[in-house]
């Protein structure tokens, strides 16, 4: 029962905590609006978004007050008309919807929008369940204006149905209306405040006041609470209060409906900018920005505008708010780039102006961000989500980050916890009692309404209005983002935490919507190959991936490329991931048919840092393919190989030999020598229970599905080959919901041992993972992130520890001792446990929410695993590299390596054209965490070599023989003539 009132409080806010008190605040909302004339409504309905100008005025038809006119995702336009009675002074129209409008005049301009979406605790509106519009022209005595409507559900879920409750021309009694939020804020103050002297005397004063109102006394009702709005704060902690209207591109709706919820949430922000001398609106994701370019010109005129007045702040300089666990490195690189250079086309903002990074929403963040942020230009870090740690709670909110390569950013998480706070009373105070840094005095309130954008809307400015100097309260002062962190600079901020940040929940985005996570593996891939290929031919590619590129940063928000987002959401972005994934196949065949050749005969090209010297099978002939890197190379045929076996329960390539149980998994696995490397079998594939987790079912995993033994999959069909250069051992696994079909691969002269797997997946609420105890493990694990990787225990000592269960990964984690190492690689795959001597790698779950249909289908992807010596981790990160990029042969294709270095652990991640003029970059970085210099040699003519930052911005010059790399730095070189 408690945890139902709870609920119930949560979710009905003063309604819950307060009846009697609401009771009266209602009686009082009642006296704020006079209806004085029905409004006319007629309404055209569309399954999709029509374009104002495309909308057929003939097709219209009359719609009843309380009509529900459709289900979620629903759209329409609605034509509101009426006639204004003579001698009416100052009326007001109002709409009254079940969902959100954006409103037009007749000619077409953007007039104002309206939103009933209700925000888990919420504070009432003035309207109820109806919304004043601004701006609509009644000098000629007439209302006509149109509404483009929608409804995307209740507290942004998928339920109800659209109505319409009427339309109406009403006038307001200022002072009622007035009244109504001194009273609103004082009786939240009440309710929230631990002062006994305080609360008794608000509670004394809206009692008075309350009485006057019965009796017709509006104005003696507010003198009653003038003197409790007008004591002052006598606290010394300051907020610094900006809107927002945090906006996910993608969750519960589709991206088109991002479209209008952006225009719906910029004119909100701008019409309040025009009439408030003081409010301050920031914004986020340029993506959003650039829709309203291309949507709404005259709007974003409007935006310009405010920047330029420095009433609108524009917060980051990532093109969206994306996932940083699963993009690669150089996807966060050109997040910031393409990001800041449309920022500073368009709005004209200088460096000072874009020093934070924001990400209030995202999952977890990597250990390298750090690094990425300052050399992108941004030093401050703005989050709110580790306040949502499930089992320890992360000890600071204000707090220097530094990531693996000492690189540090400062960070402030508004302590509230929340970036759609709506700025009451409750709200401030809670924040004074769990903020570690109090002592500061100063904090940034993030306020407005958000997830489905909104931003600040009439209740928030009122509040926050009464709250600047209010006794009992903090000071609550209007600021930019920007001029809060300028100030925290300026204070003493002791605490500094190294390593990543990690989430102690949504473990589940490691994994969820698999397929989502193998096209976003992939493209990375495919683009960097297109953009490697055109500096070979010297081709501009810059406009042609410029598009590409965009798509592929919005898909990586961190909604969608975490799979947490609706199935149409999800069906979207695979469509255009393959859109992408074509196109770049198209351009990369027409680059390389362009390669001149200097033999026939088919050739390997390596687009990698790492030399490759591999037997490839081309038109069923066995061809050994000897590549530098950054290269193409002729294949030389060769003999068959010795050492392959296959046949009963061994697999062999005389290098390593596996033999399998009757389970399927490895249960021996021994290298030339006879060093034993199963320790308690390899590869065994297995079911996990994972429960529903409401209501995060796709983000979340309970770190309790470990204490339930899980099912092993039975191996229904066995069949042994001996391919080419392959020893092969295929393996099929039977369930009533699932089946595996996998093919154990040893190729000649490598130690690698491939799993190249297909699986049926038909499971609900399970988990998939394949499972290894090899003999060399340790206390830590080390796992690749962007630009390098992180080491994580895998003890369970402590509460942090134990939250830790399931740890993000790119290509590879790796475990040594003093006698060996065993890594453990995939080419699509994030989600790892890594505790107690088990490696287990997460291949697939199956929620139902928000997806139903999350995961269900036919999946293909590879993983790995491959002992090495003890710190040789370079050639894991070599392995890595080979199996998440093939070589791709061709046909008479020839050409010398464009860049290698002389070190393993250095990596030549990028080749690319500069952003800029005829200049190539190259983005380097020191894989293996120790200082190192070496030599870049580069097939390329140029005359000055520079170091820039990531956004290619010059440093200096450099000496390519010589170039010094800290512990996993990042270093970008421009190459370019001096014409």
Same mark, same amino acid.
């Given at each position: ?8 409080a ?166 009622v209306?007035?009244?109504?939020y001194?009273?609103?804020?004082l ?79 910029y ?36 935006m ?5 007045a ?28 393409v990001?800041?250079?449309f920022?500073q ?39 709110i ?44 105070l ?118 590409h ?12 490329l ?27 065949e ?10 026939d ?8 840092s ?10 069923? !002939?066995?061809?050994?393919? &000897? /590549?530098p ?8 045929? #060769?003999? %068959? *190989? $010795? ?95 699932v !089946?595996?079909?996998?093919? &154990? /691969? ?9 799993? #190249?797997? %297909? *699986? $049926? ?102 993983y790995?695993?491959c ?9 894991? *990160?070599?392995?890595?590299y ?19 270095v ?78």
């Amino acid at each position: 029962m408690a945890a139902i009132t709870g609920f119930a409080a949560w979710l009905f806010g003063l309604r819950a905590q307060q009846p009697a008190e609401y009771r009266r605040l209602m009686r009082i909302r009642r006296g704020i609006y006079t209806a004085v004339a029905k409004l006319d409504a007629q309404i055209l309905r569309s399954p999709e978004p029509i374009p104002f100008d495309q909308v057929d005025s003939a097709a219209f038809s009359p719609l009843r007050p309380g009509t529900a006119w459709g289900d979620v995702f629903d759209c329409a336009w609605l034509h509101i008309t009426g006639e204004v009675p003579a001698g009416i002074r100052n009326p007001i129209v109002l709409l009254g919807i079940r969902g959100e409008g954006l409103m037009y005049s007749p000619a077409g301009e953007l007039l104002d929008s309206v939103s009933t979406v209700f925000q888990q605790g919420d504070l009432p509106h003035s309207g109820g369940k109806y919304r004043p519009v601004r701006n609509v022209d009644l000098s000629a005595g007439r209302v006509d204006v149109f509404a483009d409507v929608t409804y995307n559900g209740w507290i942004l879920y998928e339920w109800g149905r659209a109505v319409y409750h009427g339309a109406q021309l009403a006038t307001r009694s200022d002072e009622v209306y007035e009244l109504y939020y001194d009273y609103l804020t004082l009786l939240v103050l009440a309710g929230a405040t631990e002062d006994s002297a305080l609360e008794a005397d608000v509670r004394r004063s809206l009692g008075v006041s309350f009485a006057r109102f019965g009796k017709g006394d509006v104005i003696g009702a507010r003198a009653a609470l003038s003197a409790t709005l007008s004591a002052p704060s006598t606290s010394d902690f300051v907020y610094s209060a900006v809107g927002h209207g945090h906006l996910d591109m993608a969750w519960l709706w589709p991206l088109r409906e991002t479209h209008r919820k952006s225009a719906r949430t910029y004119v909100r922000a701008l019409n309040a900018i025009e009439t408030s001398s003081d409010y301050i609106y920031g914004t986020s994701q340029p993506q959003q920005m650039a829709w309203m370019k291309a949507d709404h010109p005259a709007l974003f005129d409007r935006m310009k505008g405010a920047v330029t007045a420095g009433r609108m702040e524009i917060q980051g300089s990532f093109w969206v708010e994306p996932d940083t666990n699963l993009p690669s490195g150089e996807s966060l690189v050109r997040q910031a780039l393409v990001g800041r250079r449309f920022i500073q086309d368009e709005f004209g903002l200088s460096d000072e102006q874009l020093r934070l990074c924001w990400l209030p929403d995202t999952f977890g963040y990597n250990g390298n961000l750090p690094q990425i942020l300052r050399k992108s230009g941004m030093e401050w870090f703005q989050t709110i989500k580790l306040a949502w740690n499930k089992v320890n709670d992360f000890p600071h909110r204000t707090f220097h980050w530094e990531g693996i390569d000492g690189s540090t950013v400062l960070v402030h998480m508004p302590p509230e916890g929340d970036y759609n706070s709506r700025g009451a009373a409750d709200n401030l105070l809670t924040v004074l009692a769990k903020y570690p840094e109090r002592a500061l005095d100063t904090a940034l309130l993030v306020y407005g309404s958000g997830d489905g954008g909104g931003g600040p809307n009439e209740i928030h400015h009122e509040i926050i209005r009464r709250e600047h100097s209010l006794r009992g309260l903090p000071q609550v002062t209007y600021s930019t983002a920007g001029a809060f962190f300028r100030g925290l600079e300026r204070l003493d901020v002791s605490h500094t935490h190294v390593g990543e940040l990690y989430l102690e929940t949504h473990q589940g985005t490691y994994t969820t919507q698999a397929q989502i996570k193998r096209h976003n593996r992939l493209v990375e891939r495919k683009l960097h190959e297109v953009e490697a290929l055109a500096v070979v031919l010297d081709d501009d590619s810059r406009e042609r991936l410029a598009e590409h590129w965009r798509t592929v940063l919005l898909n990586q928000f961190h909604d969608i490329l975490p799979g947490s987002s609706i199935a149409r959401v999800n069906r979207e972005a695979i469509a255009s991931y393959q859109r992408v994934e074509a196109a770049l196949d198209e351009y990369a065949e027409k680059l390389i048919d362009r390669v001149p050749g200097s033999g026939d005969g088919p050739a390997a090209v390596n687009l990698t840092s790492f030399p490759r010297d591999e037997l490839v099978t081309f038109d069923g !002939s066995l061809f050994r393919a &000897v /590549v530098p890197p950054y290269a193409a190379a002729a294949l030389v045929p #060769e003999d %068959e *190989v $010795d050492g392959l076996e296959s046949a009963g329960d061994t697999l062999s390539n005389g290098i390593l030999t596996l033999r399998f149980g009757l389970d399927g998994e490895i249960v021996s696995c021994t290298d030339r020598e006879g060093n034993e490397h199963s320790a308690g079998g390899l590869n065994r594939v297995v079911v996990y229970e994972d429960p529903y987790v409401w209501p995060f079912n796709a983000w979340d995993i309970k770190p309790e599905y470990v204490d339930k033994a899980p099912r092993a999959l039975a191996v229904t069909d066995v069949e042994r080959s001996v391919d080419g250069a392959r020893a092969v051992r295929r393996q099929v696994y039977r369930g009533r919901t699932v !089946s595996v079909d996998q093919r &154990v /691969v040893l190729e000649a002269g490598s130690d690698v041992v491939r799993f #190249e797997t %297909e *699986v $049926d997946w038909q499971e609900k609420h399970r988990m998939l993972r394949a499972e290894f105890r090899p003999v060399h493990y340790a206390e830590t694990v080390r796992c690749e992130i962007q630009f390098g990787h992180i080491e994580r225990v895998t003890t369970e000592r402590d509460s942090v520890e134990k939250a830790q269960f399931e740890v993000c990964a790119h290509k590879w984690i790796a475990t040594e001792d003093d006698g060996g190492g065993f890594a453990l690689l995939n080419d699509s795959k994030y989600g790892h446990r890594a505790k107690n001597g088990l490696l287990s790698l997460n291949l697939l779950r199956a929620p139902t929410f928000p997806d139903k249909t999350a995961d269900r289908g036919v999946h293909h992807f590879t993983y790995a695993f491959c002992p090495f010596d003890t710190g040789d981790i370079a050639k894991v *990160v070599r392995e890595g590299y080979r199996l998440n990029n093939p070589l791709r042969i061709a046909d008479g294709v020839r050409f010398d390596s464009l860049a290698a270095v002389d070190d393993p652990g250095v990596i030549v991640e990028t080749v690319k054209r500069a952003e800029d003029g005829d200049g190539v970059v190259l983005r380097l970085y020191e894989s293996l965490g120790r200082p190192v210099t070496t030599a870049l040699r580069v097939g390329l003519a140029y005359d000055v070599a520079s170091e820039t930052d990531l956004l290619e911005r010059t440093i200096g010059e450099v000496d390519l023989d010589a170039l010094a790399f800290g512990a996993f730095e990042i270093k970008t070189i421009l190459l370019r003539s001096r014409s």
